[in-house]
């Protein structure tokens, strides 16, 4: 079997736990402080915090802005459920705004018909490992006074490519990169799938000293001074054994990312012309945590892959909205996450893919792609 993803862990990273082990530190300690600082210098942000997994760190990003009862967070319904969960654990009220068909993104032209008065803050998702037009997300936040806080949980490196194009014609047009996690306040997961792992974790991004003080408190029981506690908080640290193994994943991550957008290109040349198959629109800042098609018969296509050893991965079958979790949403409707949703299918891109697998992967979508026609 083909894994969807392999998570990629070396003798760098068994020595270094072992260290810790050894070290009889392995609650929150000097690796995780090491990791958050690593962290920060890595997205460009002064404050990194890291927590025990992304749900956390969207959580507790959520309440270090304060958001609250009452509050209205408008958010995409084509994520994975804890992206909705955490503006409810706040008690607030997530607010959906249809994706682009392209991108998989929230879709930015649809998000200021959205705001109320009750509006906080925006979510914009970096799904797949791929920015959210986050130039048009920051212009309307600043419109509007509108706090962004971005779910990176699938972005490690992700960057958004904006290109200004001079009023003069003899100048060429200027290119600027940003990684996501910098531009409002970002959440990362290290879960085991993740473009790179702690075994399970989470880190906070942001530049806001307030926002970094208030969220270290809030990971730690609402204490900042041991057995003084402020106000009310979580129990949701990282452990030094979790930190030991992502400072070495960090390291590792730019060659991890550069192999993910190697088999993408490789992909996206060798599978372009099958007519059955709509590819993912792809530009040099994806990190491609997923590959992900769209394809007519999707539910056939995954079990034929399957049969073949390729193991395939459908994120999401069933758009946040149509949840039973969020019943109170199944009225509403969003055509375009809901047509993605029948459609997409993701494939293995992750590093250890080997030219086999990959020759082998198309092989066997060129031979459904026929038997579609």
């Given at each position: 079997?083909?894994?969807?993803?392999?998570?990629?862990?070396?003798?760098?990273?068994?020595?270094?736990?072992?260290?810790?082990?050894?070290?009889?530190?392995?609650?929150?300690?000097?690796?995780?402080?090491?990791?958050?600082?690593?962290?920060?210098?890595?997205?460009?942000?002064?404050?990194?915090?890291?927590?025990s997994?992304?749900?956390?760190?969207?959580?507790?990003?959520?309440?270090?802005?304060?958001?609250?009862?009452?509050?209205?967070?408008?958010?995409?319904?084509?994520?994975?459920?804890?992206?909705?969960?955490?503006?409810?654990?706040?008690?607030?009220?997530p607010?959906?705004v249809?994706?682009?068909?392209?991108s998989?993104?929230?879709?930015p032209e649809?998000?200021?018909?959205?705001?109320?008065?009750?509006?906080?803050?925006?979510?914009?998702?970096?799904?797949?490992?791929?920015?959210?037009?986050?130039?048009?997300?920051?212009?309307?936040?600043?419109?509007?006074?509108?706090?962004?806080?971005?779910?990176?949980?699938?972005?490690?490196?992700?960057?958004?490519?904006?290109?200004?194009?001079t009023?003069?014609?003899?100048?060429?047009?200027?290119?600027?990169?940003?990684?996501?996690?910098?531009?409002?306040?970002?959440?990362?997961?290290?879960?085991?799938?993740?473009?790179?792992?702690?075994?399970?974790?989470?880190?906070?991004?942001?530049?806001?000293?307030?926002?970094?003080?208030?969220?270290?408190?809030?990971?730690?029981?609402?204490?900042?001074?041991?057995?003084?506690?402020?106000?009310?908080?979580?129990?949701?640290?990282?452990?030094?054994?979790?930190?030991?193994?992502?400072?070495?994943?960090?390291?590792?991550?730019?060659?991890?990312n550069?192999?993910?957008?190697?088999?993408?290109?490789?992909?996206?040349?060798?599978?372009?012309?099958?007519?059955?198959?709509?590819?993912?629109?792809i530009?040099?800042?994806?990190?491609?945590?997923?590959?992900?098609?769209?394809?007519?018969?999707?539910?056939?296509?995954?079990?034929?892959?399957?049969?073949?050893?390729?193991?395939?991965?459908?994120?999401?079958?069933?758009?946040?909205?149509?949840?039973?979790?969020?019943?109170?949403?199944?009225?509403?409707?969003?055509?375009?996450?809901?047509k993605?949703?029948?459609?997409?299918?993701?494939?293995?891109?992750?590093?250890?893919?080997?030219?086999?697998?990959?020759?082998?992967?198309?092989?066997?979508?060129?031979?459904?792609?026929?038997?579609?026609?």
């Amino acid at each position: 079997m083909i894994p969807i993803a392999k998570p990629w862990l070396g003798e760098e990273e068994k020595k270094a736990v072992l260290q810790v082990l050894d070290s009889g530190m392995l609650a929150q300690g000097k690796k995780v402080a090491e990791l958050e600082k690593a962290f920060a210098e890595f997205i460009g942000v002064k404050h990194a915090i890291a927590t025990s997994n992304g749900t956390t760190a969207l959580h507790a990003a959520l309440l270090a802005h304060n958001i609250s009862t009452g509050d209205e967070v408008i958010t995409t319904p084509f994520s994975f459920i804890a992206t909705a969960n955490t503006i409810s654990m706040c008690g607030a009220k997530p607010v959906f705004v249809d994706i682009e068909k392209e991108s998989f993104n929230i879709d930015p032209e649809l998000i200021e018909k959205a705001i109320t008065p009750k509006t906080k803050a925006i979510m914009p998702v970096h799904l797949y490992g791929k920015a959210a037009n986050m130039s048009k997300i920051m212009e309307l936040a600043k419109k509007h006074n509108l706090i962004v806080i971005e779910d990176a949980c699938q972005a490690h490196g992700a960057e958004f490519i904006k290109t200004n194009e001079t009023t003069k014609t003899s100048e060429a047009s200027k290119t600027e990169t940003q990684k996501v996690g910098s531009f409002g306040t970002g959440s990362f997961s290290f879960y085991p799938t993740k473009n790179m792992t702690c075994g399970e974790g989470g880190i906070i991004t942001t530049n806001e000293d307030i926002v970094a003080a208030k969220a270290r408190k809030i990971i730690a029981h609402g204490s900042e001074k041991r057995y003084y506690h402020d106000h009310l908080g979580y129990n949701y640290r990282m452990t030094d054994i979790a930190a030991a193994i992502g400072l070495e994943q960090l390291k590792k991550l730019p060659r991890f990312n550069d192999a993910r957008k190697n088999n993408a290109r490789y992909f996206q040349e060798k599978l372009s012309s099958l007519t059955n198959i709509i590819l993912p629109k792809i530009d040099e800042g994806h990190v491609f945590h997923q590959y992900t098609i769209r394809i007519k018969n999707r539910d056939k296509v995954l079990e034929h892959l399957t049969a073949k050893g390729i193991q395939t991965g459908v994120f999401y079958p069933v758009p946040i909205h149509q949840q039973k979790s969020f019943s109170e949403y199944n009225q509403q409707s969003f055509p375009v996450a809901e047509k993605i949703a029948k459609e997409a299918l993701s494939i293995p891109v992750h590093p250890q893919l080997s030219e086999e697998d990959k020759e082998f992967i198309v092989r066997t979508l060129t031979e459904i792609n026929h038997s579609l026609n």
